[in-house]
């Protein structure tokens, strides 16, 4: 599937009628999908001390075979977003999952109907998939990209999401 292309049909034109173009990311698209993935991180503020392991984590994740990369081009403005999906196992469903962790658009490529674009696709290769459902999060403030997935569709859960920092300071346990 890497290098395949889709016009994203329908949601393609969103927005300011900008056409998107989908495409799945392969190891040629690891320089601009390292690029947009350096943007997802400065937007959360993220600090990467070694500026080639956007690149490496993206290489290793494709080559490993652990998620699948999804970059959005709009045309005149170029490849402006990309979003990875982990597949996973919902014990609850019994079935296998999705899980969204990483969606993004550059600012050159926003209101261009890019990100609809990419959850549209996610969704509609999960429903290909046959998969029970598609998670993700988001930070409480985002409340733009909150109002995409919810015209989209998702639902905010009632659970609360905990997380143990095993790499960062203060984790160890007394």
Do not use: C
């Not at 290098?3 to 927005?15: F, K, L, Q, Y």
């Not at 997802?40 to 290793?60: G, N, S």
């Amino acid at each position: 599937m890497n290098g395949r292309t889709t016009t994203h049909g329908e949601a393609g034109i969103v927005g300011d009628g900008h056409k998107v173009v989908l495409r799945e990311a392969g190891e040629a698209d690891l320089d601009i999908a390292a690029e947009l993935f350096r943007g997802y991180l400065d937007f959360y503020e993220v600090e990467v001390e070694d500026p080639q392991r956007p690149r490496a984590f993206l290489a290793e994740r494709l080559a490993a075979g652990d998620s699948f990369v999804l970059l959005a081009e709009v045309p005149g403005a170029g490849t402006v977003g990309f979003t990875q999906v982990y597949p996973m196992i919902s014990s609850l469903a019994m079935r296998p999952a999705w899980l969204l962790n990483d969606l993004y658009v550059a600012p050159v490529g926003r209101r261009t109907g890019a990100g609809r674009a990419l959850l549209r696709e996610v969704l509609r290769r999960a429903r290909e998939a046959g998969v029970s459902g598609v998670q993700l999060e988001t930070a409480y403030d985002n409340q733009v990209a909150q109002g995409l997935y919810e015209a989209e569709g998702f639902v905010r859960e009632e659970f609360h999401v905990y997380f143990h920092d095993l790499a960062g300071a203060g984790s160890e346990t007394v």
